[in-house]
């Protein structure tokens, strides 16, 4: 992966489209900001802006909203960041230089960050997030209906007797059969053929909202993936690799999409979400900085990815021992416990990552717009 790192302009164009510039007054500046900062092999866009600003999301007030200013300019690592006030308020400076740059001015210059389309390949840019966090959970089916489920097609047998299965087993699946749509399309023309490598998937328990306790959705217990040998009913399958032994039963949907995007543009929510945490990934119990959640709140909801939620730790009912009444109880405010950003939509259901937390998060608490 290249060293160079694009700068904080171009992976945060498309908010800046979406968004009106807000005035200088209105930019909540970080009182424990340093003067300057010196950009890190690792960085990411979140941490450079939380950095500067008191709510690391709140970065499109302080862009320069006149376009013929000039266009993006890239940072490197070793370059300097400095906040400074600008004309039409807080601007982000390039106060000196690790590498020269094209057509860029000289060290000292301010980067004026104009809205404007990015040529630059997602690869090349600094991450708004760890993407490591998240990798994992971009792609793969997690979040499965039972209808779907029950339709795809599953494990039958194993090769060699075994009742079991595991890398480098053979499996016999129903059914994965090539048809006409597989074998031309409309023009007669041969077609790309069925998907050559699967994710095997089993069932996990279901996602209950905790208001109504309607079902949104079940966990799909990610098992390993396998490559068709054959098609058929049954079709052949190689396992390639497990996280799990394969069982009888597992069912086989075509392998994560790899071109879910790696790009975040962190912002306020579009809609007034009023979400609660349902599940953490991973087991744990107390929730922390960069544990992956999901939230009851989906697509459907208005949520998107980059989505900036605010989480609260409901406040606890206590007993009134000054009150003359015996049973007289107090329920005390709600305290704001952390933040998170949606980094991947379902129709009911979305998956989030804990960006800070001034405290240990727990299912149940409550995610508002901020």
């Not at 990411?44 to 499109?60: K, Q, Y």
């Not at 416990?337 to 009911?348: E, H, L, P, S």
Request: aromatic share 8%; glycine share 10%; charged share 25%.
């Amino acid at each position: 992966m290249t060293k160079i790192l694009t700068a904080l302009s171009g992976l945060i164009l498309g908010v800046c489209l979406s968004f009106p510039i807000a005035a200088r007054d209105a930019v909540a500046l970080n009182p424990d900001r340093p003067e300057r900062y010196v950009v890190q092999e690792g960085d990411t866009l979140w941490g450079i802006a939380g950095r500067f600003l008191r709510e690391p999301w709140d970065w499109p007030a302080i862009w320069d909203a006149n376009p013929q200013l000039g266009s993006p300019h890239t940072i490197y690592p070793g370059d300097t960041l400095e906040l400074v006030d600008g004309a039409n308020g807080p601007e982000l400076q390039v106060a000196d230089r690790a590498a020269p740059w094209p057509d860029d001015g000289g060290a000292g210059s301010t980067v004026k960050w104009s809205p404007r389309v990015r040529k630059t390949p997602i690869e090349t840019e600094v991450p708004a997030i760890p993407i490591d966090a998240v990798n994992q959970f971009l792609g793969r089916p997690y979040v499965l209906s039972q209808e779907d489920y029950e339709a795809s097609p599953y494990v039958v047998a194993f090769g060699g007797d075994r009742i079991i299965g595991g890398s480098g087993h053979t499996i016999y699946v129903r059914a994965i059969e090539e048809n006409e749509e597989n074998e031309e399309n409309d023009a007669g023309e041969e077609a790309e053929g069925l998907p050559t490598r699967y994710d095997l998937v089993r069932l996990g328990e279901p996602y209950l909202d905790p208001d109504s306790g309607a079902i949104l959705g079940y966990e799909g217990i990610f098992v390993g993936e396998a490559d068709l040998q054959q098609p058929g009913d049954p079709a052949t399958l190689e396992v390639r690799r497990v996280e799990k032994e394969v069982l009888q039963g597992d069912r086989l949907l075509t392998e994560g999409d790899a071109g879910v995007t790696r790009a975040f543009y962190p912002k306020s929510p579009d809609t007034e979400i009023e979400a609660k945490i349902i599940s953490v990934m991973g087991g744990v119990t107390q929730v922390g900085m960069h544990d992956v959640v999901v939230l009851n709140k989906g697509a459907d909801d208005g949520l998107v990815r980059g989505d900036v939620l605010v989480v609260y730790r409901a406040g606890p009912t206590i007993k009134d021992r000054v009150s003359s009444d015996p049973w007289d109880e107090v329920q005390l405010p709600d305290r704001r416990a952390g933040m998170m950003m949606v980094f991947r939509t379902f129709d009911k259901l979305s998956f989030a990552l804990i960006m800070g937390s001034k405290m240990a998060l727990h299912v149940g608490d409550n995610a508002v717009n901020p």
